[in-house]
């Protein structure tokens, strides 16, 4: 079962984000206060992002965090699928393919574009996106992270 994120479910969101920030998929460390902010964003009503929890026999199983931009190459709506992270005993269960068709269910209609970022060396999970129609982009990734004032 796939549902949005409840304020209940902030322990179980902040201790499988660190679990994903220290998997060989992701490419550099995260500072553990933003997970907190970005549940609390979200549980508060942000209009930019929200978050959904995958549970499994009644326990927590993964999540996803969407980041919600319009984008005028798209022509419209872009869910960006910033995380999708499902807990090692819960794999080849079907729940990251549950966490995209809820995605999925929750903004056809609306949304132009679903797009994600993945590392290279990830097959895994590039065959399951691959499975469920997303292609590469060849666009370089660039960033510019500012420290809070």
Not at 6 to 32: C, G, I, N, W
Not at 35 to 41: K, L
Not at 82 to 99: D, H, M, N, P, T
């Amino acid at each position: 079962m796939v549902r949005y994120f409840k304020e209940q479910d902030k322990t179980a969101f902040l201790e499988m984000a660190d679990r994903f920030y220290h998997m060989p998929a992701v490419l550099h460390s995260v500072d553990q206060s933003y997970f907190e902010r970005t549940f609390d964003a979200i549980i508060s009503g942000t209009p930019y992002a929200a978050g959904m929890l995958a549970e499994y026999e009644g326990k927590p199983a993964g999540y996803a965090l969407l980041s919600l931009t319009w984008s005028n190459e798209a022509g419209g709506l872009v869910v960006w699928i910033e995380e999708a992270y499902v807990e090692a005993q819960f794999r080849s269960c079907g729940i990251g393919k549950e966490l995209f068709a809820f995605i999925r269910r929750e903004f056809d209609g609306k949304a132009r574009r679903y797009r994600l970022e993945v590392t290279k060396d990830n097959l895994r999970a590039i065959k399951l996106y691959e499975a469920l129609g997303y292609q590469p982009l060849d666009y370089r990734q660039m960033v510019l992270d500012l420290e809070n004032e």
